[in-house]
């Protein structure tokens, strides 16, 4: 056998351990793990001078946006951010114009994306008009179904929990995950009519219509939507409280599939950041004291919160400088800089190596059925996350490849560095380099279609 390609002299993470050997690719597959001499001869060789392999980053929350949306970002700029950051694998929202939550709208997203993206990458839907439609969105290729309760996006009536309970009846049918947004849209609207009539605008004001309360009792109604569904997987996005995590901790006790998200902003900000970046760091569901800030830091630690997500929500800086924080466009971009936030946490003790690969890969890839992902294995895949570990360097938002170069992050110090990004055994990044053509990443689909009558 003639191998497409061997990867020497590097470090790589394989079952928990981290072992000197090297890597073969064959047709985007991995054949074969091993020392120099097992290896087969390869049309092409790259020293990797002992830097670590990771098995390719996945992250299952970016907002892409591309479309009639492109001027803030596109599926060119965003998975060449994706790539420059690590990531291998992305998952994109549908809160896109036109929104993405018909068999139409999934078919002319997915023939952009195929066209454009550098990495992997996977479409939600958000819910259709007519849930009959959303098993036929799932074979379209939807990855997943997205539910946003913070305000009305799709087409299920978030206000309506009968509604919420047909919804996740219909996924759990289809075995699609519903990940969710989970802040309640009428205590927001109260809160938020309040600020305004008193002419309470700043960056600070948006913390008392995004409450922790709005975020549980969010958590609380769709739990209880889903009480007598018997199949399906809840998957929380961006837990931002305790009393939150504490929430979904309980909602897991009771054996059903329910995953859970956090954001590096939520575990590297607090509010008292907001008075530093003041409209930079406005984001849904907002920053909070440290006491949550430690919770979810504990949550990561202990394995009650199961994957990191960046939450890439590119915006215009225009768009991010409004006088009013009502008139802000809320979030941030994310993809550069997760990987070497999560690296530095590890640098610093407060990580472990094992749970970051747990958070960014292996986790990713289980709750999100794809089996050739998430691990260094033969047979797997060839997306691998080259890593300089211990390199320091200062993040750089004016050089991001996503089109949002602004960042709560910019100037901050950080160890480890995103060196290569492998897709499918193709180079697609080095040394912050784009270095492959746009069409380049493939579209991923759930693997495990199979429906229950
Ligand atoms: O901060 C956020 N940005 N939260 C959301 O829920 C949406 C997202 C976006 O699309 O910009
Ligand atoms: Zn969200
Ligand atoms: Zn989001």
């Known amino acids: 056998m003639i191998a497409d390609l061997v990867l020497n002299n590097t470090k790589a993470y394989i079952k928990g351990e981290i072992l000197e050997c090297s890597i073969a690719i064959e047709e985007g597959k991995i054949v074969k793990i091993g020392r120099p001499p097992q290896m087969p001869s390869a049309d092409q060789k790259i020293n990797l001078q002992r830097m670590l392999t990771l098995p390719g980053l996945i992250d299952t929350h970016v907002h892409l946006r591309d479309e009639q949306k492109a001027y803030k970002e596109d599926f060119i700029s965003g998975t060449s951010a994706a790539a420059a950051g690590g990531f291998t694998t992305v998952l994109d929202m549908p809160n896109n114009q036109p929104l993405t939550n018909s068999v ?30 959303l098993p036929q969105i799932s074979r379209e290729g939807a990855i997943g179904f997205k539910l946003f309760m913070g305000n009305q996006v799709g087409d299920l009536n978030i206000d309506d929990d009968q509604a919420l309970k047909e919804g ?18 009428n205590q927001i609207m109260l809160n938020e009519q309040k600020l305004k009539q008193a002419k309470h605008n700043s960056p600070k004001d948006f913390l008392f219509a995004h409450t922790e309360q709005v975020e549980v009792q969010a958590m609380k109604r769709v739990i209880k939507a889903s009480e ?64 949550h800030q430690e919770a979810l830091m504990k949550g990561v630690k202990q394995g009650d919160i199961d994957t990191v997500g960046s939450d890439h929500a590119p ?38 190596f094992q749970r970051l690969v747990e958070l960014l890969a ?56 995103p060196t290569k990004t492998f897709v499918n055994g193709n180079l697609v990044m080095d040394e912050n380099e784009i270095i492959t053509k746009p069409g380049s990443g493939k579209i991923i689909r759930k693997e495990k279609q199979e429906t229950t009558p």
């Not at 078919?107 to 007519?130: H, M």
């Not at 289809?174 to 802040?183: G, M, Q």
Request: hydrophobic share 35%; proline share 4%.
């Open 228 to 291: 007598d569904v018997v199949d399906g997987h809840l998957h929380f996005c961006h837990v931002t409280s305790q009393q939150g995590l504490e929430t979904i901790k309980e909602a897991k006790k009771t054996g059903k599939k329910i995953t859970c998200e956090v954001t590096p902003n939520h575990l590297m900000l607090n509010s008292t950041d907001i008075a530093r970046y003041g409209m930079m760091a406005i984001m849904m569901p907002p920053l909070r004291d440290r006491t």
């Open 315 to 352: 915006h215009t800086f225009e768009e991010k400088t409004a006088d009013s924080v009502w008139e802000v466009k809320v979030g941030i971009p994310g993809l550069e800089t997760t990987l070497p936030l999560m690296l530095t946490l590890v640098k610093k003790d407060w990580l472990t």
């Open 104 to 133: 139409k709208t999934l078919k002319t997203r997915l023939e952009i994306a195929k066209k454009r993206t550098l990495v992997n990458v996977g479409l939600y839907s958000e819910f259709p008009k007519n849930l009959a439609e």
């Open 362 to 417: 292996e986790k990713p890839a289980d709750i999100y059925g794809l089996t050739n992902k998430g691990k260094l294995e033969q047979g797997k895949d060839a997306d691998l996350t080259i890593i300089d570990y211990n390199r320091p360097w200062t993040i750089e938002a004016s050089k991001f490849k996503s089109k949002a170069k602004f960042s709560p992050f910019d100037k901050w110090k950080v160890v480890g560095k």
């Open 168 to 185: 996740f009846k219909t996924a759990g049918k289809t075995n699609a995950i519903v990940a969710i947004h989970a802040e309640d849209k």
